[in-house]
């Protein structure tokens, strides 16, 4: 025998929910696993790809974005242990790095 966390009543060991309140007996464990993480998460993801498309666009773009990406992503590693954003965003920074190079490359032969 178990009881519920909601109510308190007797409730058998195999319920789901419980007979006397309906509240789901694993009601406590359920509340909201970091809602503010994943939005954090879906941020920096963002971030990093927004950074690796402007990467080519325009370089400084790139720079900014991927920068907030990776500041973003390493926060959300640490609170999450998800790294998506911030290998996306450390992409980013690498393309603009590149397209930097290629641009001063292509600029001082032109000139
Ligand atoms: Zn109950």
């Avoid at 007797?10 to 309906?22: L, R, S, T, Y």
């Amino acid at each position: 025998m178990k009881f519920c966390t909601h109510c308190g009543s007797e409730i058998n060991d195999n319920a789901v929910v419980c007979i006397k309140c309906g509240c789901a007996v694993e009601c406590k464990n359920v509340s909201s696993p970091s809602y503010h993480s994943e939005n954090k998460a879906s941020a920096s993801l963002i971030l990093g790809i927004v950074g690796i498309i402007f990467a080519w666009l325009f370089a400084l773009v790139g720079h900014i974005t991927s920068i907030i990406g990776i500041i973003l992503g390493i926060k959300e590693y640490k609170e999450t242990e998800k790294m998506t954003g911030l290998v996306l965003s450390i992409i980013g920074e690498v393309c603009s790095i590149f397209s930097s190079i290629i641009g001063a490359v292509a600029l001082s032969s032109v000139f």
